[in-house]
């Protein structure tokens, strides 16, 4: 078992930054590729960033390459994602997302919401224009 607990959520003007932060408790965090995923009212969760195990390979959704960036600390059991220029279009409900992999699958991530194991509560963003 995985418990993840997101933080840094808030208002904010477009332009501006955020980091979310996720803390990781349970069980070795190392062992999990990490995911944020984001919900808006009215629409489907969608995949926002995801990083491997190593922390060595990442990916992004199109929407936020080059203005977001996720980072962890396997020391601080801890997954970043650092968030610059935002958009109104960035306001949702940002979930953190744990997928255990085994240590051969050490550089995977996965876009795919279904992949992963494990879900924090949410921290809200909104984005004012």
């Known amino acids: 078992q995985v418990q993840l607990v997101e933080s840094g959520g808030g208002l904010v003007q477009a332009g501006g930054s955020l980091r979310l932060s996720c803390a990781a408790s349970?069980?070795?965090?190392?062992?999990?590729?990490m995911g944020w995923f984001r919900q808006a009212p009215g629409q489907e969760r969608e995949f926002v960033a995801a990083?491997?195990?190593?922390?060595?390979?990442?990916g992004y959704a199109d929407s936020v390459k080059g203005r977001f960036t996720i980072s962890r600390d396997n020391a601080k059991n801890t997954v970043y994602l650092q968030m610059n220029s935002l958009k109104p279009e960035d306001t949702a409900v940002y979930y953190c997302?744990?997928?255990?992999?085994?240590?051969?699958?050490?550089?995977?991530?996965?876009?795919?919401?279904?992949?992963?194991?494990?879900w924090g509560q949410g921290t809200q963003v909104t984005v004012s224009s």
């Open positions: 997302a744990a997928d255990y992999r085994p240590p051969t699958q050490w550089r995977y991530y996965s876009s795919g919401g279904s992949e992963y194991d494990y």
């Open positions: 349970g069980r070795a965090f190392s062992t999990y590729a």
């Open positions: 990083i491997s195990m190593s922390g060595g390979s990442s």
